[in-house]
């Protein structure tokens, strides 16, 4: 068959672009990511907002607002090859004009604090996709680092999805709680997705979804989007290991609503400020998967992966199913 296309779930890169830019560089989306982009042959691309630590606080809104503008620079500088869409007409026009999709998301909503105006805000700046944690407490909610605290969602964090389900910004539960994930399969209206995570059936990590968790998100007709990490597929992780991920989750679940957040984190590292979270991390120990650390490196692993499961399973899931997720979240217009 010819190369797959790929529709990604979750990277980082604006966070990385903008470290650069503060470094002086005038154009590390076109230097850098554009070309990994196109060589992986990526159509759809959700592109999260993360604050960092030091920045917690009063500070996430400045800089998730530095971020989203830069998001927007990234489109306006390079329009013939990148689009951010607002609704699923766009990304279908997108896709003619042989342009790669873009949609913003945020991860962890430090910036909203407790004024859930700013949801309206976010969504009116493009944002159409949410997690209400990272790994940490944010008002809203507990993330999969408060491992202790068993908390679930907050008085606000009712609200808060109320909120998003209003305005048709689409929840994302990769990084709540366990108890906080099970609220939000009580009280949700509307399907939401788990951008990129991978399954604990295979690599017990507080990070991966257990069965029940995919086969709840997949019954609202939500969206799946497994992680490349090497922490969370296995303890010498290959890309056999996150083709083993892939074939798990479409035993358990079907492969109609399952697909990519790969999380690409390798260069991203090598681009930000060396102190994250306030700790010094030797990053060469961190677990990469050798062959599949850079959007680059989908043009083999798609291979790889029509060579496991056929050409329409693997078309399914590499993009054919975060596609037809927005299509059924997003409005057409």
């Known amino acids: 068959m010819n190369s797959l296309k790929f529709a990604d779930c979750h990277n980082d890169l604006l966070l990385g672009v903008l470290h650069q830019k503060e470094r002086g560089i005038a154009d590390p989306f076109g230097d850098f990511w554009l070309p990994q982009l196109k060589a992986g042959n990526i159509v759809l691309q959700v592109l999260p907002v993360y604050v960092e630590e030091q920045f917690i606080g009063e500070g996430a809104l400045r800089r998730s607002l530095i971020l989203f503008e830069n998001a927007w620079q990234i489109a306006e500088l390079h329009k013939n090859d990148v689009a951010i869409c607002l609704n699923s007409g766009d990304i279908a026009k997108a896709h003619a004009a042989g342009k790669i999709a873009l949609i913003l998301a945020v991860e962890g909503a430090e910036a909203v604090g407790s004024s859930l105006e700013f949801f309206s805000l976010f969504h009116k700046m493009g944002v159409r996709l949410l997690s209400l944690t990272w790994n940490r407490r944010t008002m809203f909610a507990d993330g999969v680092g408060e491992l202790d605290s068993g908390g679930k969602l907050t008085a606000l964090g009712r609200e808060a999805i109320a909120e998003m389900e209003r305005i048709g910004i689409i929840l994302d539960v990769s990084h709540i709680s366990e108890n906080g994930f099970w609220n939000v ?96 991390v030797d990053f060469s120990k961190w677990p990469f998967v050798p062959g599949l650390d850079r959007p680059s490196d989908l043009a083999g692993f798609g291979t790889r992966l029509a060579e496991r499961f056929g050409d329409e399973i693997a078309n399914d899931v590499a993009w054919r199913s975060l596609a037809d997720t927005f299509e059924r979240l997003l409005p057409k217009r």
């Open 185 to 280: 399969a009580e009280i949700a209206k509307r399907p939401y997705v788990a951008s990129h995570s991978s399954m604990h059936g295979l690599k017990s990590h507080p990070r991966n979804l257990r069965d029940n968790q995919a086969k709840e998100i997949v019954k609202t007709d939500g969206f799946i989007g497994l992680n490349a990490f090497g922490a969370f597929l296995s303890d010498n992780p290959t890309i056999d290991s996150m083709l083993d991920h892939v074939e798990y989750a479409i035993n358990l679940v079907g492969g109609k609503n399952v697909g990519f957040g790969f999380d690409f984190m390798k260069d991203l590292i090598d681009q930000v400020d060396p102190v994250l979270g306030k700790t010094l």
